[in-house]
């Protein structure tokens, strides 16, 4: 166990230099993977988690680009029941708008703006 968490940091010790490049999604994205890791291997466990959600967080954040975009369109909020969350699929019969020069679309659903990734997954709730 002890070995393969140190691999698996060295491993992702090494993609860290993507890190720096991007800034959006990695607090959250290392927060999410230290607790996560936490919960199914301790300290350890929790250290590496971090990185490897840091590292998930910085692929996954879209362009600032996206999001003013987004927040700058004007378009009808979709009343729906369920609950949209990062990671959420967005149901068929919820509309998103495309956003040009990019392969993020968004909604609006319940006066809330959503940006979206080509598969229909919320990526991020912008506010």
Do not use: F, H, W
């Not at 199914?40 to 879209?62: E, L, Q, R, S």
């Not at 940006?115 to 990526?123: A, F, L, W």
């Amino acid at each position: 166990m002890r070995v393969s968490s140190i691999a698996l940091a060295v491993a992702l010790g090494v993609s860290a230099p993507a890190m720096a490049i991007a800034q959006e999604g990695t607090v959250t994205g290392a927060a999410g993977g230290a607790v996560t890791g936490a919960v199914v291997g301790g300290p350890i466990g929790a250290a590496v988690g971090g990185v490897a959600g840091a590292v998930i967080g910085t692929a996954v954040a879209p362009p600032k680009e996206v999001r003013t975009y987004v927040v700058q369109e004007q378009r009808p909020s979709i009343r729906y029941e369920g609950d949209l969350a990062v990671g959420s699929d967005v149901p068929e019969g919820v509309e998103v708008y495309a956003v040009p020069d990019s392969d993020y679309s968004y909604t609006i659903v319940n006066e809330k703006r959503y940006i979206v990734s080509p598969k229909r997954k919320v990526v991020e709730v912008v506010q």
